[in-house]
């Protein structure tokens, strides 16, 4: 049972009634202040060691870089193997990084590469964590409760970035940036304790861990064959594209439009984080109320005529407002798409999808810093911050062509309760394996059948078949034959395993066309035999152990 299971939703910080979800969120308000702290100090580094726009926005870069490189691995990794020791790895990697950049910077060898590439490695540890501790989310609290659960840990990122961006800047004046580097070593350690405390009940699969390779392609093609998650990467790469000028050119607001130092830095994120935690205790109550689409819209909006104020703003307490709005669209859109991608998929490839959510996010960002960095360089701040603002609005109106749904479907997995039969000898890498599946509908009926087989296909693809293929018989049109591919036979019982309710109503669907009495009729084959026999009547022919079926 999952921790939670019984409690009740009870409103914004009903999670943290739950000890385990309580003691992990409140060390990362920790890990938050030390993220931030890195963030500011290395921005406000780089504004000492070089003058260049692009360099300053590409810290930005630098921290989100790995997010689109290691996150995809990472989630699978998470899902393949035990997600709490996943986290503590990545945050031990993420603590030893940041001690290393706190070394280099006592003795004054930092250069601009240097900091980039060490806050590149700092990313990596926190990439490797992340899709760990956000696929555990629903271990700790009821399904009720997660979506106040992933808003609190948006709120925990949030309430350090309220104070920490300010107190990060304070630190720098006070004690330079190598003592803000030091701080983000030492305060990853609290969440790292806390994972560890964690007694997780880690249930293996029945079957040999995928290999890692096939476990990312497999994440892949979840996502894309599932329109709910598929909309939502594609909304929020565009939203963080279109957003990146308030994160990668906060600094030089602060610095030529504002006439300020990295305290007046830390107040304009401190803005924002205000205005992201402010916003973040209202994600349950808007998804309760309105449609996913129509808040994403609003929150798109919303930013996009803040970006404009901060562009055409030269007074703090304006620029400061502009970025409180910024703050609480921002969070509102990234959460909400968060929940409706932790509703959208099956916990076998949760960490994988939300590791995609977190790849798009960044991408976005990432990419969006260094092209409004450029525009910045080529123009001036205020027209990036205009520019940015009107294309931000403009999203609103993908809306019409990738509309966001809130029918998620019954995710949780269904137990088949028979096995295939295999008199050959297979093992789990013996394959390909072809499955074909024939139905006898009545020909009145034809067109309803091909419409939900076309639905059936998606299911087929995302959890694992290749090659799908519908075929109708010439001399009978009532026999329809469905095929697919799975690349070996492990990969086919792991497909068994990865049937969702929401999945398995479809393929009831599809048997409810078929007029056979015995029920639709199924061939499993394996496709290149010549492994399963002898190559020559005399040869050799070793008794080895062979796997047909694992049951629990």
Request: hydrophobic fraction near 50%; charged fraction near 15%; aromatic fraction near 10%.
């Amino acid at each position: 049972m999952a921790a939670g299971e019984q409690a009740a939703p009870g409103g914004a910080f009903a999670p943290l009634r739950e000890p385990v979800f309580r003691r992990i969120w409140t060390a990362s308000l920790l890990s938050n202040f030390g993220q931030l702290f890195l963030g500011v100090g290395a921005a406000w580094e780089m504004t000492r060691l070089s003058d260049s726009p692009t360099m300053v926005a590409l810290v930005q870069t630098a921290l989100m870089v790995p997010l689109m490189f290691v996150t995809l691995p990472a989630g699978a990794i998470a899902d393949m193997f035990d997600r709490r020791k996943i986290a503590m790895s990545g945050l031990g990697f993420a603590s030893i990084a940041a001690a290393a950049l706190t070394a280099i910077s006592y003795f004054g060898l930092v250069t601009p590469w240097i900091l980039l590439l060490f806050c590149a490695l700092i990313g990596a540890g926190v990439a490797l964590y992340s899709p760990s501790w956000q696929a555990s989310i629903p271990e700790q609290v009821s399904r009720e409760n997660l979506p106040a659960a992933v808003a609190l840990g948006t709120i925990s990122y949030n309430v350090a970035r309220s104070f920490g961006p300010a107190l990060g800047g304070v630190i720098v004046l006070a004690a330079g940036a190598k003592a803000v580097f030091g701080l983000t070593s030492l305060l990853y350690l609290p969440l790292l304790f806390a994972f560890f405390l964690w007694r997780r009940r880690h249930m293996p699969s029945r079957l040999p861990p995928e290999r890692i390779d096939r476990a990312m392609i497999g994440g892949a093609r979840y996502a894309l064959h599932s329109p709910g998650i598929r909309t939502a990467l594609t909304r929020i790469l565009i939203f963080g594209l279109s957003t990146a000028t308030a994160v990668a050119l906060a600094p030089l607001v602060a610095k030529n439009m504002l006439q300020g130092d990295a305290a007046i830095f830390g107040i304009l994120l401190g803005s924002q984080g205000v205005g992201a935690v402010l916003g973040a205790l209202f994600v349950s109550d808007i998804t309760r109320r309105i449609s996913t689409e129509v808040a994403v819209r609003l929150f798109a909006i919303g930013t996009g005529a803040a970006l404009v104020v901060i562009g055409l703003s030269y007074n703090l307490v304006l620029t400061c407002a502009a970025f409180f709005v910024i703050g609480a669209c921002n969070i509102l859109t990234v959460a909400i798409l968060n929940v409706s991608v932790q509703l959208s998929a099956p916990r076998w490839v949760a960490a994988r999808a939300l590791s995609l959510y977190s790849s798009a996010i960044t991408v976005g960002i990432g990419v969006g810093a260094w092209a409004w960095g450029e525009f910045a360089g080529a123009f001036d701040v205020s027209s990036a911050f205009i520019a940015s603002g009107f294309a931000t609005a403009a999203t609103a109106l993908l809306g019409f062509l990738l509309p966001l749904s809130n029918d998620d479907g019954d995710t949780s997995i269904v137990e088949i309760g028979y096995e295939p039969e295999a008199a050959l000898g297979l093992t789990l890498r013996s394959g390909p394996i072809v499955v074909e599946v024939e139905y006898d509908v009545d020909p009145d009926r034809a067109r309803e059948f091909y419409a939900t087989m076309m639905r059936l296909q998606r299911v087929r693809k995302r959890i694992g078949g290749f090659d799908w293929s519908l075929a109708r018989d010439i001399e009978n049109p009532a026999i329809w034959t469905e095929r697919y591919h799975c690349p070996t036979w492990g990969d086919y019982l792991r497909m068994r395993d990865r049937y969702s309710q929401a999945d398995f109503q479809i393929q009831a669907d599809a048997d409810s066309f078929n007029r056979g009495r015995s029920g639709r009729r199924v061939t499993r084959r394996l496709e290149r035999p010549f492994g399963s026999v002898r190559w020559k009547a005399e040869s050799y022919d070793p008794k080895q152990e062979t796997i047909g079926y694992m049951g629990p």
